[in-house]
């Protein structure tokens, strides 16, 4: 059983950065492979970014990548989210995810069902 809990979230404006938290409970969180995700009001939730178990690989969706860094320590049981040049779009409750699938490729790595623990979420706001 693994808890998660993000934190960092808050009302910026457009250009703006912000660094999320997902701290994880449990002695086993560098065996997991931890994603973000993030759904916007009236959307589905969508893929953000995602990192390998070692932090050696890493995903992000193209709407993000470039401006957004995804990373982990796993003496601290934790993976952050630099955000960078916020837009209004990014806009959403973020929320970490934990996964212990094997697969590989950015297709797994982005697929929410291969991940088992989710925390609550953390509002992020980009306004103009």
């Known amino acids: 059983q693994v808890q998660l809990v993000e934190s960092g979230g808050g009302l910026v404006q457009v250009g703006d950065s912000l660094r999320l938290s997902c701290a994880a409970s449990?002695?086993?969180?560098?065996?997991?492979?931890m994603g973000w995700f993030r759904q916007a009001p009236g959307k589905e939730r969508e893929f953000v970014a995602a990192?390998?178990?070692?932090?050696?690989?890493?995903y992000y969706t193209i709407f993000v990548e470039g401006r957004f860094t995804i990373s982990r320590d796993n003496a601290k049981n934790t993976v952050y989210l630099q955000m960078n040049s916020l837009k209004i779009e990014d806009t959403a409750v973020y929320y970490c995810a934990a996964g212990s699938s094997t697969k590989v490729g950015r297709d797994n790595y982005s697929r929410s069902a291969l991940y088992t623990y989710w925390g609550q979420g953390t509002q992020v706001t980009v306004s103009s």
């Open positions: 449990g002695r086993t969180f560098s065996t997991y492979r």
């Open positions: 990192i390998s178990r070692t932090g050696g690989t890493t």
